[in-house]
């Protein structure tokens, strides 16, 4: 299945059904009177966060969504019924926004959450609405309120965890393949990753998921690159995997490129904790990677994990350092209560 993380569709509610005119004919009933129901209410547009669901893929072949118009009301005052709605199901972590692209219409990060996002109209009132002391037999009815229409955007941001940052060819995707079953696309030239991955990882019985994202380069957030494109997949996520490879001349550098690129790019990606490590150990010798492990230690601040995902060398202690900083996050979001009432972390 192809990954697709944005879409652009158009949306329309049912109209509502028109008023009946209509008189009771029965015998022996002589001037029996207006008998005409009204309209049935259009059909809802709404869209829900469903479980399954990893990518938008389903609205790339199809961007008109319609809902049902509202049954015409008929006689004997019988009300029409409504039309059935629509109903876009999205994977866990989408937004939609108006038609400008920037404007929040919703952000469903929990499965099972619904928004409606146009309402049917309401239907037309039949001739018995209308019949009053002074107007006995009433030959008009109301037509159906026309639905409502608009061209929406759905854009998916990932529900991970942890999420590896990076710049090309670090060992990102080979990291993730080496701690998950998922199966990324490993090659060694860059931009080998051009869509974001999903793992799950587990250690010490517990497990979290890991979001890969295509590398960052300089510039990549006024596009350069398109690494630019995905970083709002690591937005939600509670820790940050930062990976510089032990290949670089300068790691320093290295590091210093991708951490400027995500200051610059904002929503809160500086601020995220974050685990650094000197990865691909095992293609230089010890005495390199303890020169440039010191180096790296310098600009990030705290020393460096010392990573191979082809040997393992230090992976179950990386993993180990993500779940303490992730059980840290998930206690902040959900207190436990404690046996007088009040809350506790």
Known sequence: M??????????????GGAGSVSFLHMKFIEFAGPDGGDGGRGGDVWV???????????????QHFKAATGTHGMGKTRTGAK??????KV????????DDNETLICDLHEIGQRFRLAKGGNGGFGNA???SSTNRAPRRANPGLSGDERTIWLRLKLIADAGLVGLPNAGKSTFLASVTAAKPKIADYPFTTLHPNLGVARIDAREFVIADIPGLIEGAHEGIGIGDRFLGHVERTRVLLHLVSAREDDPAAAYLTVRNEMLAYGHGLGDKPEVVALSQVDTVSPKECKVKSAALEQVCGTKPAMLSAVTHEGTEDVLRKLMKFIERARADENPEPVEDGRWTL
Do not use: C, M, W
């Open 91 to 98: 994977p866990v972590g989408t937004q939609v926004f108006e």
């Open 48 to 62: 829900e966060a469903v479980d399954g669901l990893n990518t938008l893929i389903d609205y790339r072949y199809r």
């Open 83 to 88: 039309g059935a709605d629509v109903v876009l």
């Open 129 to 131: 609405h209308f019949k």
């Open 2 to 15: 192809k990954f697709l993380d944005q879409a652009k569709i158009y949306i329309r509610s049912g109209d």
